[in-house]
């Protein structure tokens, strides 16, 4: 059974990859000192996990949005969702 | 009631999680493959970074079907919710009727999507079928009906089909919960001399709060990822005027099989799913803890 | 008085729902010549020759017996792998179970269409392209998420007490599981069931696309004649008709535990 079919390339790779770290870095996190439900600027109780959740949903509109309504360099998109996921797991 | 935590709860749920991530993340991870490349053949694609993003994003035709699905799920909301919210109220309690209703009911739901388009190709058509008939016969019309000739004809019958086929199911949620009110409430608005239309204001309306919600939003996601039904009717015609989201893909990825522009409007659609579910599960949630306080 | 004009109006809902239905009927006994050449509310010159053709023909009823066969093996195999995961659910508080049921949901409201490229590769690779099990695995894409709801919600309602009795009492996991859980409630089993049965039996998109001709359910048999012969009117609506009938049949049996399945708002 090959997994050409799949068609993966290096950078394709490194995303899943980097996701996979993340949530791996959420669990041990969640291991360590276990998340306490709050309510946020979100309106609704959220734990550590929701808030991540929420931090890459807004991550891939913001790369979205900016795909779609810019002509500039979409690594600007990075910073700006960096600081969005920060905001969101901070203040969520 | 504390939950007991174990997480040796995993073992349980390990089989659920190993057959839905076959059938859901290793798809999940080939789109996202396919997206950012420009595929030939087998073996044979190219690394293109992000141009079919870009071309989707930019895409008119897309955008105009965004808009139709957001239209046609509006509407369908509309229409069905407080039609099957009248039926549940008409519903009898008890007795035979409630057996007959609720079969009745539940007859369109279980009929394959694609057959339900055929059904009204043949109810509709101006030839052969019942409605198209009718509504000719009457000769109100400048242009006859005919749901393959004029796009605000092929809107009726959709509407009409999707109306048909749905509000069952939004009555039979409705219906539920107007059974879990106890006989007590209305008992003490007959004391109080309440009228129907206070009754249900400040009775059955709020008790239907949790049921309604559901039925909302279930009505909003599957109106959302319609397919078969339209398929069937009109094939997206005429011209694109009834071409939704998912007829829409179906067309680039198995119509003109261009993967990766398939790829990338399929993870557009999917981001667009994944907050409107997220946003669904957040108010079942809440709702739940609602009616328990 | 009141409640006369009620079911009036009721009865009228009931009629026009029927109604389509009913046109479907009556086409499905008339001959495609009789269709064309005249039109009439009930058929005059009633013919079964459309559902002896679908009896007779293999290319038509081979459609129904193959429906059948991946909507019981993706029936079986859903309840099978969701129970234990539901009675996960409904009992246990464990690392990351909110997400987890999260992620599970997702499937059930994520877009067919999405999958559909995939899939057939997929499938291709692993060699299962054309056979019932490929439509009954990907049926389980929504219907195992859904019996997992619908299953938790059931079990929720179950006290806790009789699991402790239980295992006081020195049964073993599984052991109370299958003789005493399980039956304490089959309606919610009987209720998970149908809607496995239905979504499966009236999903056209995966089942077109992964099968060929072994395993071609009645759903693309019936598209494939719209597209490809020209179109035998009666020949559609006797096929239509007889999709109907399954369905009419599972609803009887399970009409009684129906609403309870609605009330929980588990679909």
Same mark, same amino acid.
């Given at each position: ?92 | ?293 | ?5 009620? +079911?009036?109006? *009721?009865?009228?809902?009931?009629? =026009?729902?029927?109604?389509? %239905?009913?046109?479907? $009927?009556?086409?499905? #006994? ?88 995939? +899939?057939?590769? *997929?499938?291709?690779?692993?060699? =299962?392209?054309?056979?019932? %099990?490929?439509?009954? $695995?990907?049926?389980? #894409? ?106 009419? $049949? ?18």
């Amino acid at each position: 059974m090959s997994l050409d079919w799949m068609a993966w390339t290096l950078p394709t790779a490194l995303f899943f990859l980097i996701i996979l770290l993340m949530i791996c870095g959420m669990l041990v996190w969640e291991l360590v000192s276990p998340t306490v439900e709050r309510k946020g600027f979100l309106g609704f109780p959220t734990t550590r996990g929701t808030r991540f959740f929420i931090g890459l949903l807004g991550t891939g509109y913001i790369h979205l949005a900016w795909l779609g309504l810019t002509d500039l360099s979409l690594w600007m998109a990075l910073p700006i969702s960096a600081v969005w996921i920060f905001v969101a797991m901070r203040w969520g | 009631m504390e939950k007991w935590e174990n997480n040796k709860a995993w073992f349980l749920v390990l089989p659920v999680f190993l057959i839905v991530a076959f059938s859901a993340i290793i798809p999940l991870m080939t789109v996202v493959n396919y997206s950012v490349q420009d595929i030939f053949g087998p073996g044979n694609a190219v690394f293109v970074g992000t141009e079919w993003f870009e071309e989707v994003l930019r895409d008119t035709r897309l955008h105009d079907a965004l808009g139709r699905q957001f239209l046609f799920s509006g509407l369908v909301l509309l229409i069905e919710i407080p039609l099957g919210i009248l039926v549940a109220l008409a519903m009898p309690k008890r007795g035979w009727g409630v057996s007959a209703s609720l079969i009745t009911l539940a007859l369109p739901l279980l009929i394959p999507w694609n057959v339900i388009g055929t059904i009204w190709i043949i109810f509709t058509r101006p030839d052969i079928g019942l409605f198209g008939v009718a509504v000719n016969g009457l000769d109100l019309l400048s242009v006859p009906f005919d749901h393959t000739a004029r796009p605000i004809y092929a809107w009726i019958t959709l509407m009409a089909m999707e109306v048909w086929h749905w509000t069952p199911l939004v009555a039979l949620l409705c219906y539920a919960g107007l059974r879990a009110i106890p006989e007590a409430y209305y008992q003490a608005a007959k004391i109080d001399g309440a009228s129907a239309l206070a009754v249900f204001r400040y009775i059955q309306l709020p008790k239907m709060r949790g049921v309604l919600t559901i039925a909302v939003l279930l009505r909003f996601m599957d109106s959302f990822l319609i397919y078969a039904e339209p398929f069937a009717l009109t094939g997206g015609g005429p011209g694109n005027t009834t071409t939704f989201l998912s007829i829409y893909l179906v067309k680039i990825a198995v119509g003109q099989f261009d993967l990766g522009p398939a790829a990338a409007f399929s993870l557009i659609y999917f981001l667009i799913v994944l907050l409107l579910s997220f946003i669904f599960y957040q108010v079942l949630l809440n709702v739940g803890k609602g009616e328990k306080r | 008085m009141k409640n006369r004009k009620r +079911y009036i109006a *009721l009865a009228v809902y009931f009629v =026009l729902l029927m109604l389509p %239905i009913y046109w479907m $009927l009556t086409m499905s #006994l008339r001959t495609n010549a009789d269709i064309l050449s005249s039109f009439s509310y009930y058929p005059k010159n009633l013919t079964f020759t459309n559902y002896i053709k679908i009896f007779t023909d293999r290319a038509w009823y081979s459609g129904y017996i193959n429906s059948l066969i991946y909507v019981t093996m993706n029936t079986v195999i859903s309840l099978s792998f969701a129970l234990p995961a539901a009675y996960a659910f409904s009992r246990f508080k464990f690392l990351g179970d909110g997400q987890m049921f999260f992620w599970l949901l997702t499937n059930r409201m994520a877009p067919a269409a999405v999958f559909l490229l995939p +899939y057939f590769q *997929l499938y291709s690779t692993v060699g =299962l392209i054309d056979t019932h %099990i490929a439509v009954a $695995l990907a049926h389980c #894409l929504f219907n195992v998420p859904l019996a997992v709801w619908i299953l938790e919600g059931f079990m929720s309602g179950i006290p806790r007490e009789i699991d402790e009795t239980a295992f006081i009492d020195g049964y073993s996991f599984p052991r109370f599981f299958i003789t005493l859980f399980i039956p304490l409630i089959r309606a919610g089993v009987g209720v998970t069931a149908f809607f496995c049965f239905m979504f499966s039996w009236v999903e056209l998109l995966f089942a077109r696309t992964l099968t060929v001709t072994n395993a071609k359910p009645i759903v693309a048999t019936m598209t494939r004649t719209i597209s490809a012969t020209g179109l035998d009117w009666g020949l559609m609506a006797a096929a239509g008709t007889l999709t109907i009938v399954p369905g009419a $049949l599972v609803i009887w049996f399970v009409r009684n535990h129906m609403a309870k399945g609605f009330a929980l708002g588990r679909v």
